[in-house]
């Protein structure tokens, strides 16, 4: 079906999502909306986060998407089951996928969750490995200073390990967990520097991968796939300034950019 | 919902499918249906396929089943898209969910494929590999031998090695692919003899394992999981000899079985 794939997020970090999707996906369109200017979400109230998620969704949905992805774990946390009641195309959360994965993989049962406040504090990693797992240990930590440096850039490097290595320390000791879930799109843009800290024995799933996954599988089983022959193109809107967007998705991802668009938001 | 998944298969080989399904869903029950008696399905005509598939769907229509998981690579290439038709709950085959994993890891996108006659024959694999992804390279290869060996329980040791190894000769000559699609049931329980001979740079995908999560995916989106607190009684039936089914089941996959019935198919 020739219709776009909408993707949100609260800033650049969906960027990840978009790249597993178009790899793995490579003749679907997408079109990315970025809340660059009141990114981040994770320290806001839980209303915020919804009315800002509300208006990301609003519009996308005038773009005519066939099936939207909540890239941000914190708006995925909030928004995720009020969507799915309300919107009659599919939503897809970063959180189930990036659970089921970690089930998938650990041997001891004891999974790690690395996120924002609002990721942390909302449960939802724990309820969603719960609710297909009841014996599941989950072990959640907040990682409030994880964003802010990778939105500066800080991605490897001295400054970067130390922060990890002494943010993560609680999961670190006592070698509590064999899988650890990045619960936020930044996150695997600090992949290597957590693989170092946390050591070989850890696994890590970043829910970019697992989300691409199970849109594939959704769109599958709807048969919603595109199964022509044209070549996508890619829309991306950001609500701040599209120099800094652009910057960071050429370096960071290796992302062509062709379309990329000031989203002006409204309430409904 | 407190409804069985139902797996069939042409005999054993689907209980790999069933031991990840338990593993990834511990809180669902199944009831899985072997056609020992008919198996292998892979020589078969494509009629003959399609008319023991529908034979065992009735059987599990009448258990009362939310999701149907067609274990067995043959009779989701030849069934599939009728039973999607046709039936008015989710059906999950093996062989797209192990496309999309394929697709997900492969960094070269040059993927083998190995099966039965019936499977590769079908070109269901490349079908949906391309489906997907246009540019990927599929190599495939039947390979008749394989499970007559594993269902005389040579699952290693020299005999299985040279048979693996002369089988896989093609494939393996010339380094082909980076990723090889396990695309038949049977294949996982030689894994570790086809890992030595393929070596390690080639990473092999069991169907089991990504079937079971598109099963979680799709229940889970669908919200037709078991949220209770009732331990899962699973329920096994054969159409030959439950006293070799037992012996399997429980040598090669450590699955408890508790109820195992012998079933007599009728046409619809």
Not at 43 to 49: G, I, T
Not at 135 to 163: H, K, S, T, W
Request: hydrophobic content about 40%; glycine content about 8%; proline content about 5%.
């Amino acid at each position: 079906m020739d219709q776009p794939i909408g993707v949100i997020d609260s800033g650049v970090g969906g960027l990840t999502v978009a790249t597993e999707l178009m790899r793995q996906l490579p003749k679907e369109q997408l079109i990315y909306l970025g809340d660059t200017l009141r990114c981040p979400y994770g320290p806001r109230p839980k209303e915020e986060v919804i009315q800002y998620t509300m208006e990301m969704v609003n519009f996308l949905l005038k773009k005519n998407i066939k099936l939207l992805v909540i890239a941000c774990n914190t708006a995925t946390a909030f928004t995720l089951d009020l969507l799915r009641e309300t919107l009659d195309i599919p939503v897809i959360g970063v959180i189930q996928p990036g659970a089921r994965a970690a089930i998938k993989v650990t041997q001891q049962m004891r999974i790690g969750v690395i996120g924002t406040e609002g990721t942390i504090v909302s449960k939802a990693y724990p309820e969603a490995l719960h609710s297909v797992h009841s014996d599941i240990e989950v072990y959640d930590l907040a990682c409030p200073r994880f964003v802010p440096m990778v939105e500066n850039g800080v991605l490897e490097g001295d400054e970067a390990y130390q922060v990890v290595k002494e943010t993560l320390q609680p999961l670190k000791e006592k070698q509590l967990i064999d899988t650890l879930i990045l619960g936020c799109t930044h996150y695997p843009l600090l992949k290597d520097t957590i693989q170092a800290v946390m050591g070989n024995d850890v696994t890590i799933i970043s829910s970019g991968e697992e989300t691409a996954r199970e849109v594939s599988a959704i769109l599958g089983y709807q048969e919603l796939l595109y199964e022509g022959e044209r070549l996508p193109e890619h829309a991306f809107y950001t609500t701040g300034s599209w120099q800094v967007f652009a910057h960071i998705a050429s370096q960071w991802l290796e992302i062509p950019i062709t379309t990329l668009e000031t989203a002006y938001l409204t309430t409904a």
